[in-house]
């Protein structure tokens, strides 16, 4: 799709309705402050904050949403929508989501083979550029999945019981791993086997264009003959793990332990057929003659796929080399990049690549997914704030009746201070200081009492706790690298210091 939607960009953007975009923007506002010691961090997301909140609308047929397409499509995809989503949640745009989540799942159908609407307008119709047919139109694979993965996180961090209780999203996330699994031969026994074209209906015609973009078996859009993309996979091991976590939440065990191994399942395929053991590394694409081609990296840590140890070093280190290759590449891969670094321990790489895609001076900044994913980058890596769930089942063995956790972990890498304000999870908003990588202070500005995780990189036994020795809990993280945290209640209204002892 990147290289599709790299070519369009100009077009678009030359037939962008403006004056309506212009009356419209600006009727949702955020409170999410960021401040820091580094004020071209300060100035990114200040950037990144506007231009979101630009591409934000309400009034229009199809509900509130927000620009997650090509600029000027009025539209959003189901591809942006779940990178987007994170960002737009932390900006306050919880509602926002629910809409935009709910549209592509009430549109799944079987007459589509149990796709949904790849990108819908704001006049709630399939974008006409997509879309001719139930039988003619462009979808890529691994969108179902994609989804549903957006809608178990948007649950993690707004706690809305919609996401486990609507029937309209119940309904989308069975006909996905089941009846679309079915449908389009991603089952564990057929997918290495997957034929590129499939549910046509009718003998090959080339003068139409969807017959090649019917089912695009992944995100590579420049190539039509390769029969399986990795980034399938992956986003079929997300989708398997969210719906077995939803199953959980419902209360259905059986069915969760069902999904939670199938997406094991799907782990071992890609860490074991997909790896190179003489050569060290993971091939990305199955070609139509179904021999292994391509290198893989960041799809991979994307979804947290891979085994620790070589294998991750291995993704990790041809992402690096990527980016050393091409520092600035297209958008819409790069604006991954920096949350996957952030996560596997190079801030400083990550944070090289955030104000790449901020400064004036980049093409393309405009587009969409830029500008909230470097918003939800700053939060959930920079400022390491996450919401960690945690299993109905498991609290019950562990007689632990906390549903969800916030953590956080220093990602500043050589900035001094940073500090986030505002940030809505579930029913309160919080902020986040850090003072470098030794101290953070966690202020519960309005909402209910929580559990916040404060955690720090290396080994350290105790920490302070408001200036009194706590000890720690030591956990492994990817690459042989290890964090020690503390959980302590935070009141309404109360602030907590956590700090490594000098």
């Not at 969210?242 to 069902?258: M, S, V």
């Amino acid at each position: 799709m990147w290289i599709r939607m790299t070519i369009s960009f100009l077009a678009a953007v030359l037939l962008a309705p403006a004056g309506r975009a212009q009356a419209a923007a600006g009727k949702a506002e955020s409170k999410l402050v960021l401040q820091s010691s580094d004020t071209r961090l300060v100035e990114g997301f200040n950037w990144a904050k506007r231009q979101a909140m630009a591409y934000v609308f309400d009034g229009d047929p199809v509900g509130p949403w927000y620009e997650a397409a090509l600029p000027g499509r009025e539209a959003f995809c189901m591809r942006d929508t779940a990178h987007q989503a994170t960002g737009a949640h932390v900006l306050g745009l919880a509602r926002y989501n629910a809409n935009m989540l709910r549209r592509f799942a009430e549109n799944v159908s079987e007459s589509k083979d149990w796709c949904s609407y790849w990108e819908i307008d704001r006049y709630n119709r399939p974008a006409p550029v997509d879309y001719k047919s139930d039988t003619e139109f462009w979808y890529n694979l691994p969108a179902n999945f994609d989804i549903l993965d957006a809608c178990y996180r948007m649950y993690v961090w707004t706690g809305d019981r919609t996401y486990i209780t609507d029937p309209v999203f119940l309904n989308f996330y069975d006909r996905t791993v089941y009846d679309y699994v079915e449908r389009w031969g991603l089952s564990l026994d057929r997918v290495m086997k997957h034929q590129r074209r499939m549910n046509l209906g009718e003998a090959f015609d080339p003068r139409k264009r969807f017959q090649t973009a019917r089912g695009i078996p992944g995100y590579d859009e420049g190539d039509p003959n390769y029969a399986l993309g990795i980034d399938l996979l992956d986003a079929q091991y997300a989708g398997y793990l969210a719906y077995g976590r939803i199953q959980e939440l419902r209360g259905n065990r059986e069915a969760a332990q069902t999904f939670l191994k199938k997406a094991a399942a799907v782990r071992e395929l890609v860490n074991s057929a997909w790896w190179d053991e003489k050569g060290q590394f993971f091939y990305s694409h199955l070609g139509p003659d179904y021999k292994f081609q391509g290198r893989g990296g960041l799809d991979l840590l994307y979804r947290d796929i891979v085994d620790d140890g070589p294998k991750a070093k291995s993704a990790l280190g041809e992402l690096l080399a990527a980016i050393k290759k091409a520092p600035s590449s297209a958008v819409e891969g790069q604006s991954h990049q920096a949350e996957v670094l952030y996560r596997y321990g190079v801030p400083d790489v990550a944070y090289t690549q955030m104000m790449d895609l901020t400064g004036a001076h980049r093409a393309r900044r405009e587009y969409p997914e830029v500008s909230y994913t470097v918003i939800g980058a700053m939060v959930t890596g920079l400022m390491g704030t996450t919401v960690d769930p945690v299993s109905p089942f498991q609290a019950a063995a562990e007689g632990d009746f906390v549903d969800r956790i916030v953590r956080t972990l220093p990602g500043l890498g050589t900035i001094a201070w940073a500090e986030l304000r505002s940030l809505p999870i579930r029913a309160n908003e919080v902020a986040v200081r850090h003072e470098g990588g030794r101290k953070s202070v966690f202020t519960n500005q309005t909402g209910p009492a929580l559990i916040w995780q404060a955690a720090f990189d290396g080994t350290h036994e105790t920490v302070l706790v408001d200036g009194q020795p706590t000890k720690a809990r030591i956990d492994k993280r990817p690459l042989g690298r290890v964090t020690s945290s503390v959980r302590v209640p935070v009141g309404a209204g109360g602030t907590v210091t956590v700090e490594i002892p000098k």
